[in-house]
């Protein structure tokens, strides 16, 4: 996992962005992000991901890949979804089985970009409420786990007026001014 501010040059969403303004792993908790490493060559990481899940009512799971192969002709209209600013009324939990990409959510007043380059191994939990956006690295594929408090569910509220008025949103924007609980 790598976290640093997004540079907000135009160009491929999918190259790294990269600012000279690198961001502690804390920093991210104070956004309300979760982030493990679970390596997936660990001997303990099946349990790990189970501990997980357990203490943070994980039901459900299932697996995606992102990547031109996978999605065929869906595959440009998908990213260029996932990358449109939005929010979700559930925690969106993303433990990465291969390939790459990149999370960038809001912060400072909801002005600035902060961009999570996740890989293989790395688990990120967003919270419910938070803007953010998804896509892919510059080689096209990423593979991961989604875990679900209940069924399977992936729904986008892009931001605008109404998302503004979302009660999880306005329970992300109080829990940012007080301080999220540790995890």
Request: glycine residues 6%; aromatic residues 10%.
């Amino acid at each position: 996992m790598k976290a640093y501010y997004y540079d907000d040059i135009e160009g491929d969403p999918r190259l790294p962005h990269l600012s000279p303004e690198p961001i502690p792993e804390s920093h991210l908790g104070q956004l309300g992000l979760l982030y493990r490493s679970i390596p997936l060559s660990s001997s303990t990481a099946t349990e790990d991901l189970e501990t997980l899940a357990r203490a943070r009512s994980y039901k459900n799971r299932d697996e995606i890949t992102v990547a031109p192969a996978a999605m065929g002709d869906v595959y440009e209209d998908k990213i260029k979804t996932f990358f449109h600013e939005h929010m979700h009324e559930d925690e969106e939990i993303r433990y990465i089985l291969d390939g790459a990409g990149y999370f960038d959510v809001r912060e400072e007043g909801d002005e600035k970009w902060v961009r999570v380059r996740l890989e293989k191994g790395d688990l990120l939990v967003l919270p419910a409420g938070i803007y953010h956006r998804f896509t892919v690295d510059e080689d096209n594929y990423i593979k991961a786990m989604r875990l679900f408090k209940d069924e399977p569910k992936w729904t986008p509220l892009n931001r605008g007026e109404q998302t503004e008025e979302n009660d999880f949103r306005k329970a992300y924007l109080s829990a940012r001014q007080t301080g999220f609980a540790p995890a």
